[in-house]
Nanobody, 124 residues
Framework: QVQVEESGGGLVQAGGSLRLSCAAS????????MGWLRQAPGKEREFVAS????????FYSDAVKGRFTISRDVARNIIDLEMNRLKPGDTAVYYC?????????????????WGQGTQVTVSS
């Protein structure tokens, strides 16, 4: 069982930036990988980025690589997603997610989102 508090979403013009934050709590959350998923209207929920238990290894989807940066404050169980050069295609609800275990490689298993998400809208 994991509880999350997501923040930072909003409306921004194409080319702009936003920073999302997620504070997570739960008995086992400190020894999990964490990351972000997103779901656009009419589309399936997709992986965005992840970071391992100690904040050293990161992974990104091809759609956001080079534009987004994920980081982890290990002591506080907080992850941030710095989003730069935003595009209309980035418009979605963004969800904070976890996966048991230390590693963050998305090919090794599915991440699970727990909260309501935060809306990111990018205008053209």
């Amino acid at each position: 069982q994991v509880q999350v508090e997501e923040s930072g979403g909003g409306l921004v013009q194409a080319g702009g930036s936003l920073r999302l934050s997620c504070a997570a709590s739960g008995r086992t959350v400190s020894l999990t990988a964490m990351g972000w998923l997103r779901q656009a209207p009419g589309k399936e929920r997709e992986f965005v980025a992840s970071v391992d238990w100690n904040g050293r290894d990161t992974f990104y989807s091809d759609a956001v690589k080079g534009r987004f940066t994920i980081s982890r404050d290990v002591a506080r169980n907080i992850i941030d997603l710095e989003m730069n050069r935003l595009k209309p295609g980035d418009t979605a609800v963004y969800y904070c997610a976890t996966r048991p275990g230390l590693g963050a490689d998305p090919s090794r298993g599915q991440f699970i989102s727990w909260g309501q998400g935060t809306q990111v809208t990018v205008s053209s």
